[in-house]
């Protein structure tokens, strides 16, 4: 509702304001939040990426490599992917699956399903993961003049390679899901400080010793505005209280670990 109200304000303002101040307001607002730009841009735009339309470039087969997921990135300054992560982010996120081979995973936020893809990717179809999402994102701007849901291409794929996930619409802080104890819990939900402690209370806090949490958003990087001041609020204030350690920040990816 919120958002209708500022468009049917928006598109106001843009009959009432002379083409210089449009062009003035539209160019600050490019430069205090890009991805807000891009949000409006997207829809208009040819081809909305997304898995229905991310390339595979060298015909893969089961199981997927990391080089097979190339094209859920950019690769131009338009074309800002099907995920938003960065590619060394990214691999981190798969390498570190790989490496723990996790029987249990959680996903907070997914989106077009880049980082769901990527994990359930690195799972091989080993062990169970649950991804969690509100969909209010997607009912928003999923506006590409067809029935199919990321979340009906997320299954697509995932059944094309013989990989595994349970995907769950709902509100992480209400949502019941019965996965007892895990092994990675990867957040990149709500970014505010209340809706971030609440993922990881919920779900962060399930993970056994020895597992690892993924804050996606929670370091500060030079180029593009990130929620450090809620997200890395939190992280600061985890890791105070010596039940985790910061293993490792790759951009603005943070690895904490359980210690007891």
């Not at 993961?129 to 009912?139: Q, R, V």
């Not at 209370?201 to 020895?210: L, Q, T």
Request: proline residues 3%; hydrophobic residues 40%; charged residues 25%.
């Amino acid at each position: 509702m919120k958002n209708a109200i500022a468009s049917r304000i928006g598109e106001g303002l843009a009959t009432l304001l002379p083409e210089f101040l449009c062009t003035a307001v539209a160019k600050q607002l490019a430069e205090r939040n890009p991805q807000l730009l891009l949000e409006a841009l997207g829809p208009k735009l040819n081809r909305t990426p997304s898995l229905d339309t991310m390339p595979f470039d060298l015909s893969p087969s089961a199981p997927l490599q990391f080089e097979d997921l190339s094209g859920l990135f950019a690769s131009t300054s338009l074309d800002h992917g099907v995920i938003a992560m960065t590619v060394r982010q990214t691999a981190y996120l798969f390498g570190l699956v790989r490496r723990l081979k996790p029987r249990k995973v959680i996903e907070i936020g997914r989106y077009k399903g880049g980082s769901t893809l990527t994990i359930a990717a690195a799972m091989n179809g080993q062990g169970e993961f649950w991804s969690i999402d509100l969909g209010e994102k997607e009912a928003r701007l999923h506006q590409r003049g067809t029935n199919r849901t990321f979340d009906d291409e997320i299954r697509d794929i995932c059944a094309r390679f013989g990989l595994s996930v349970t995907l769950l619409v709902g509100d992480s802080r209400t949502i019941e899901v019965e996965t007892g104890e895990v092994d990675l819990v990867f957040i990149d939900g709500d970014h505010s400080y209340e809706g971030v402690k609440n993922d990881f209370e919920r779900f962060g806090r399930r993970v056994k010793v020895g597992g690892a949490v993924l804050f996606d958003d929670a370091c500060d990087e030079a180029v593009f505005h990130t929620h450090s001041e809620s997200v890395g609020k939190l992280l600061n204030e985890i890791v105070a209280q010596q039940s985790f350690r910061l293993v490792k920040s790759v951009n603005r990816l943070a690895h904490i670990e359980r210690v007891r």
